[in-house]
């Protein structure tokens, strides 16, 4: 079992849809759970950061962590078509990723 | 923040050969990594890069073929050995920023080409 896992997507939505993102996790050690925004042919930017159970909210985009059941979530309200990319998860110590989900959101 | 820039951003390479990708950091760092993502893949941690001393491999990857140097807190090489194409990706430095609440950047990756 790989230690972050994600569904790969293709992820459509249209315009204003709410998106929900998940990931799972297998290693119940401490850390901290990121998510990471890729659009095409750039580096990774990070979108969020948490180490802790519950929601963390940044505008439109809420991460939510559930340790009891090793699930992750980000959630995109109002989405937008500059939303279009391929959204990373990942936990700390060293920086394990998820496969990434390409999210399209049609106007 | 902390602002990395990687030199080549891109390179079309002869299978055979061997290339090296520079990472610079703006600010002193503790932790460097580099990384790898395939075409359609996520992100794969090659190694975390040691001031000083030898880099630390992650299974799979190995100094003869990625050997990497940090000579100082703000710079890092990575360098890739005798390509073939099965080595066409991009390669992505990573930094560690203290100063950011322990916020981990991305470089925006070297894409190599080998033919």
């Known amino acids: 079992q790989k230690e972050v896992e994600q569904d790969p997507g293709p992820l459509s939505v249209p315009e204003g849809a709410i998106v929900s993102l998940n990931c799972t996790y297998s290693n119940s050690a401490f850390q901290y759970f990121m998510w990471y925004r890729q659009y095409s042919r750039k580096g990774p930017e990070l979108l969020m950061y948490t180490y802790s159970s519950g929601n963390k909210e940044d505008g439109r985009f809420t991460a939510q962590v559930d340790k009891s059941s090793k699930y992750i979530s980000l959630f995109i309200r109002d989405s937008q078509p500059s939303d279009s990319a391929t959204y990373l998860c990942?936990?700390?110590?060293?920086?394990?990723f998820g496969q990434g989900t390409t999210l399209q959101v049609k106007p | 923040s902390a602002v990395i820039s990687q030199k080549p951003s891109r390179d079309i390479c002869q299978r055979g050969t061997s290339l090296t990708i520079q990472c610079q950091v703006d600010s002193q760092v503790t932790m460097m990594f580099w990384y790898r993502q395939q075409p359609g893949q996520s992100l794969t941690l090659i190694a975390t890069?040691?001031?000083?001393?030898?880099?630390?491999?992650e299974s799979g990857f190995v100094i003869d073929k990625f050997p990497i140097s940090r000579p100082n807190l703000t710079f890092s090489t990575l360098t890739v050995s005798n390509m073939s194409p099965e080595d066409s990706s991009i390669y992505l430095c990573?930094?560690?920023?203290?100063?950011?609440?322990?916020?981990?950047?991305f470089g925006e990756g070297s894409w190599l080409t080998v033919v």
């Open positions: 890069a040691n001031q000083g001393s030898e880099a630390t491999y």
């Open positions: 990573s930094v560690v920023a203290a100063s950011s609440g322990n916020t981990i950047y």
């Open positions: 990942a936990k700390t110590g060293k920086l394990i």
